[in-house]
């Protein structure tokens, strides 16, 4: 998949010749792995939609205010799971795991210090990302790294839908479920930071480059933030929509 999305429209070019080579085989029958595996750590935007920004401040006891820059932390490369796959729940590691669903973008073209009117030529796709995360060790530093960062952690999928076949990206219905119980619901409008302003952000000064991964940010209804808090049990079913793009559905297991 790298080198697809390094080749752009003529890495697109070749695969639709070779598909239209062979018969498919039903969905019923595969298990679908992460469609890309990056190469390094998955870039995130930490309170990227302002209902979200409210509650998580407010649930850390600390004044509201909306960031002005976008925040920026990553994700270890080996938290990138399948769309199916388990999510891992390890009491002696963490027993404070939390849900994000987001909207992943996909860099096409290797690109520094890009104008944000040209941002979007740098997008080669989207998938759908849940950000899972361990709050208590996501608190015991300064630092998001760790919190977020343990194997699982990550799945996406269940594809990549390529920018062509997403007219607006910034007007995509995005839901998270527990149990089949709606716990998040937005739309990608509400995002503090859009796609072609995070893109400028992030090659200020830095190379993206093809197969890069940002997760543009989770909307409200996170677990820790509710009242009481809730977190992930083993055997909970955590659903994650982004319409357009996909539908991930991970299943909560002890190991």
Known sequence: MQTVIALSADGLAIV???????????????????????????????????????????????????????????????AVSGPTDPIPFDPQVSDKIDWEVE?????????????????????????VLNDISARDLQRQGKQYFKGKSLDGSCPIGPWLVTKDEVPNPHDLNIRCLVNDVEKQSSN??????????????????????PGDIFATGTPDGVGFARTPPEFLQPGDVVTSIVEGIGELRNVVTAV
């Open 16 to 78: 639709q010749q070779h598909a239209a080579k062979v018969t498919g085989i039903p969905l019923a029958g595969v298990k679908l792995h992460a469609p890309l595996l990056p190469r390094r750590n998955v870039m995130c935007l930490g309170l990227n939609y302002a209902e979200h920004a409210h509650e998580s401040l407010v649930a850390q006891g600390q004044a509201v205010a909306l960031p002005e820059l976008p925040i920026v932390f990553t994700k270890a490369t080996t």
């Open 103 to 127: 909207l992943a973008v996909i860099i096409g073209q290797q690109g520094k210090n890009i104008p944000v009117e040209q941002a979007m030529e740098h997008v080669f796709g989207y998938t």
């Open 188 to 209: 990608t409008r509400h995002m503090i930071f859009d796609i072609p302003a995070t893109i400028a952000y992030l090659s200020r000064g830095m190379t993206l480059l």
